[in-house]
């Protein structure tokens, strides 16, 4: 349900935030109520998805691309290492993209000025996102340090990064971030202490399984 949510606010209101995200951080905290609504858009998307295809059979057929196109990274079955994968969840953008572009038109002919002045400034904004977020691919280092200024709980994230740090020389740095990571995993400090952290993790399957 959580996931969902976030694929909401990916697709319809996209931000760098959104778009550099691999956890679920904040949204986790909204707890069984965001998740509720979470569930509760995808029976609206499915029953969305049946309701075109028996009235208007091509905005159906790239509504059900858009829905079978998330399936695999909805975490019905859990993704390995990551919560949500916005770069896969890109495949499901062509569906709604077209979806987009219909539910435009059809506003322009019901209220033009207003959908013209909306439609644009949203064009623009996803555009001015692309631009920028494509800057930020220019190394391992830029792209891994954006995507943990926006989701400082992926742990995957601070892992590569740390690897990269050491790669470059940069180990005082690959440390902070190695320990950053301890701390996500034991939920505080308690890690420095050996013993504490070596009972726990003999006697915690949880944090195991996540190590």
């Known amino acids: 349900g959580q996931t969902g949510v976030y694929y909401l606010l990916l697709v319809l209101f996209p931000t760098g935030k959104w778009m550099h995200t691999l956890s679920l951080g904040e949204l986790e905290r909204g707890g069984w109520p965001l998740a509720c609504a979470g569930?509760?858009?995808w029976l609206?998307?499915?029953?969305?998805?049946?309701?075109?295809?028996?009235?208007?059979?091509?905005?159906?057929?790239?509504?059900?691309?858009?829905?079978?196109?998330?399936?695999?990274?909805?975490?019905?079955v859990p993704l390995p290492s990551l919560l949500?994968?916005?770069?896969?969840?890109?495949?499901?953008?062509?569906?709604?993209?077209?979806?987009?572009?219909?539910?435009?038109?059809?506003?322009?002919?019901?209220?033009?000025?207003?959908?013209?002045?909306?439609?644009?400034?949203?064009?623009?904004?996803?555009?001015?996102?692309?631009?920028?977020?494509?800057?930020?691919?220019?190394?391992?280092?830029?792209?891994?340090?954006?995507?943990?200024?926006?989701?400082?709980?992926?742990?995957?994230?601070?892992?590569?990064?740390?690897?990269?740090l050491l790669n470059s020389g940069r180990a005082e740095e690959s440390i902070q971030q190695t320990d950053e990571i301890l701390t996500l995993l034991y939920g505080s400090e308690k890690w420095r202490d050996g013993n504490y952290a070596l009972d726990r993790f003999n006697n915690d399957p949880t944090l195991r399984r996540v190590v």
């Open 39 to 41: 569930l509760t858009l």
């Open 84 to 164: 949500v994968a916005p770069y896969r969840a890109g495949v499901s953008l062509i569906g709604c993209s077209a979806l987009i572009a219909w539910a435009f038109m059809s506003a322009v002919h019901r209220w033009r000025a207003p959908a013209i002045v909306v439609g644009g400034a949203w064009l623009a904004w996803c555009g001015w996102l692309t631009l920028w977020g494509a800057g930020l691919w220019q190394d391992s280092i830029t792209i891994f340090s954006t995507i943990i200024a926006n989701d400082p709980t992926s742990i995957v994230t601070r892992r590569n990064l740390s690897l990269e």
């Open 44 to 76: 609206l998307a499915a029953s969305g998805c049946s309701i075109l295809l028996r009235q208007r059979k091509p905005a159906g057929f790239f509504a059900l691309f858009a829905l079978l196109s998330l399936l695999p990274v909805s975490n019905l």
